[in-house]
């Protein structure tokens, strides 16, 4: 629990506290400390991996030696690897908000003469409760870079559910698993392994799909709302 709200703090505290915002950025970042908790959650039933994995030969090297011929593939750490690549994607526009923020800020402190000279310029802001909000209908640059920020995420997701499909879920699907260890002179050509909590660990993975599916059904529909209310 200590861990959920070292890394839900500094998320809250920037969604809350920062002078620009944008369309749907609470929702972006309440979906980002859901994930976090699901990756809290989803990892407990795999953090004594290596004490569930169990052979039948009398050896240990051999025990060790199908494990990691079973698990050949980092499993949390890719999960929070992906975690980051979503934190990136929306620091992405938190960037781009704070980059267009401190221009209009300077275009502000301009004498109007000086404004006057150079012509009118769009303001693709609006003030709202005290914050500098995006307005997405007066610039399309604002809307180009928000959408890459969605599709990112979007890939991202995608790329967490393969990961999950193709990776995780074959690897407890089984009960019980052949392992060849002929390789190995002490151990014996075949042995029959087994993973406790299975059940476990498959509803952990389940759970991480459904959030994944979740986000990339909302950031899909958001980039169609997107595009018909902003582009077209």
């Known amino acids: 629990m200590a861990a959920i709200v070292t890394g839900l703090i500094p998320i809250l505290r920037t969604a809350v506290d920062s002078t620009a915002t ?16 699901m990756i809290f959650l989803a990892q407990f039933p795999w953090k004594a991996l290596n004490e569930d994995f169990q052979c039948n030969g009398t050896e240990t090297i051999c025990t060790k030696f199908c494990f990691n011929k079973h698990f050949d ?7 929070h690897f992906l975690f980051i690549l979503l934190v990136l994607s929306v620091l992405l526009m938190e960037m781009f908000s704070s980059h267009v923020r401190s221009s209009i800020l300077r275009k502000r402190q301009k004498e109007m003469s000086s404004q006057a000279e150079e012509g009118d310029s769009v303001d693709p802001t ?3 409760g005290g914050k500098m909000m995006i307005d997405l209908h007066k610039s399309k640059k604002s809307v180009l870079v928000y959408m890459f920020s969605v599709i990112l995420r979007i890939v991202v997701e995608g790329l967490f559910m393969y990961i999950l499909l193709y990776w995780v879920l074959p690897k407890v699907s089984e009960n019980i698993y052949l392992c060849d260890a002929q ?13 406790r909590g299975v059940a476990e660990k498959r509803m952990s993975v389940h759970s991480l799909l459904f959030i994944s599916a979740l986000v990339i059904i909302y950031s899909g529909m958001f980039c169609l709302y997107s595009i018909c209310h902003y582009l077209c």
């Open 73 to 79: 593939q980092s499993i949390m750490m890719t999960w």
């Open 22 to 37: 944008y369309k749907a950025r609470t929702v972006w970042f309440g979906l980002l400390c859901i994930r976090l908790v």
């Open 183 to 195: 390789e190995l002179d002490k151990c014996s050509p075949v042995h029959q392994c087994v993973v």
């Open 126 to 128: 609006v003030t709202v």
